[in-house]
Each structure stands twice: as structure tokens, then as C-alpha cells.
């Protein structure tokens, strides 16, 4: 073996253990990877809302100094003496990280995605933020429209009103019901761009009834949906 020869070999045996010991790096896992999004998790108030090109927004923290006004978010959503702000005010006690307009912020967050999530086929998203027996009836609905080589188009107005309307904690299981009246422009079109449903010209009016859940003493306490209906 000439000198040049050894000289190649050496740089291809110095190539090759860099090449292990890089990859033994970016596949470990270090503990500061960024878990799943979940809107509705409070976030540290000195920071104020955030919003970067991922589209994650930060929602502010309850302070601790206002326990002694705890119950005020409850009371402003519902009359002192009625089912619903009991119920709150029960959900509240059990739960004392659970606040009724921060959640109330994130689920307007989650609604639009999952709106979307849906009209854009964008499963990832979708089974972040639902549970696994609503995930499996939108999967189902998006494939079925991808076998028939439809496509959606849609387009988010906004949110008109969003309103708590049950509450309850069942064991360690927190349930919140909403109802949700969204403007959404919307088309279907077939796999010849053909229009086969909606109106790319109209903003529709969406009157959803959704239900929330998460269990408070899991290791994953995330926000997901559980139920949805459309008001009649």
C-alpha cells in the first residue's frame, strides 16, 4: 500500500466514526424535546402571549395571589346560585390549575385547528387534540373524501361566541361543554374542480355543541375532544 492510499484510508476510517458518533447524538433523546401543543395550557404570565412561525401561543398563568378571588372567573360566566357555576367552582376546587377564561382562550385556539385540522386532512394535528374514538371518525370521514379525490377549501372567519355550558368532574375526569358559534367559508370540490358542496363565495354560521375532557391525575393531563354535536 502507497503512502497516498493509507493517507486515503485513514480519512475514510476518521469520516466513518464521526458520521456514528453524530448520528448516536441527534437520535438520542435529551429530555428538552418540545412536547405536543396544548392550547389550553396556562403559561407563565411575566411572558405574556407569544406567538411564533409554529403558530404557538402562550396563555397567561393565574397568579397565585389571587386565590382569595379564585371563584371570580366562575362567577362572572354564570349567576352565583345556578348548576353551572357550582359546577365550576367543584371543577376549580379539584382542579386549582383550571381557569374558566384561560380555557375558554384555548379552546377557541383548538377549535379553529381542528377545524381546519379536518378541512386540511391534517391528521398529526387532529390526534393531538382529540380523543381516539372522535380521531377515528374523522379519519374515517377524510379518507372516504380521499378516495373520492375531493378536496376542501376553507377558510377560518372567526369565532362569534364561545360559552361554557356544562361543567362536571367525574373521579379524576374533568368534562367541559361547549357551545361554539364559528363563521367558516367552505367548498368541496370533486376530482374534477368541480364545486360539490358549500359556497366559496358565502360565510356559513357553525352552531357546534363540543365537549372537552382530560383526567387530572394522568401523566398527560392534555385537553381533548370528546364529543361534538351541531345545535339544531
Not at 64 to 93: C, H, I, K, Y
Not at 134 to 150: H, K, M, Q, Y
Not at 196 to 219: H, K, L, M, N, Q
Amino acid at each position: 500500500m502507497g503512502f497516498s492510499d493509507f493517507i486515503t484510508l485513514f480519512f475514510l476510517v476518521a469520516a466513518v466514526l464521526i458520521f456514528f458518533q453524530l448520528r448516536s447524538v441527534l437520535g438520542r433523546r435529551t429530555g428538552n424535546e418540545k412536547p405536543p401543543f396544548d392550547p389550553y395550557s396556562p403559561r407563565d404570565v411575566a411572558k405574556g402571549p407569544v406567538a411564533d412561525d409554529n403558530k404557538v401561543v402562550t396563555l397567561p398563568r393565574r397568579s397565585e395571589g389571587d386565590d382569595e378571588n379564585r371563584f371570580a372567573e366562575a362567577d362572572a360566566l354564570a349567576p352565583v346560585d345556578s348548576p353551572l357555576n357550582a359546577s365550576l367552582r367543584e371543577v376549580m376546587t379539584r382542579d386549582p390549575s383550571f381557569g374558566p377564561k384561560e380555557f375558554l382562550n384555548g379552546a377557541r385556539m383548538a377549535y379553529e385547528m381542528i377545524v381546519m385540522g379536518f378541512a386540511d386532512g391534517d391528521r398529526k394535528t387532529l390526534k393531538n387534540l382529540l380523543s381516539k374514538e372522535v380521531f377515528d371518525g374523522f379519519e374515517v370521514a377524510i379518507s372516504e373524501r380521499e378516495g373520492r379525490g375531493e378536496v376542501v377549501k376553507s377558510t377560518f372567519v372567526g369565532i362569534e361566541k364561545a360559552d361554557i355550558t356544562q361543567a362536571s368532574v367525574r373521579d379524576s375526569e374533568v368534562q367541559i361543554t361547549l357551545r361554539i358559534v364559528s363563521q367558516l367559508i367552505s367548498a368541496t370540490y370533486d376530482k374534477d374542480g368541480k364545486l360539490v358542496d358549500g359556497d366559496p363565495d358565502a360565510v356559513a354560521e357553525v352552531d357546534d355543541i363540543w365537549t372537552f375532557s382530560r383526567d387530572i391525575r394522568s401523566r398527560d393531563p392534555n385537553w381533548k375532544l370528546i364529543a361534538t354535536e351541531s345545535e339544531q
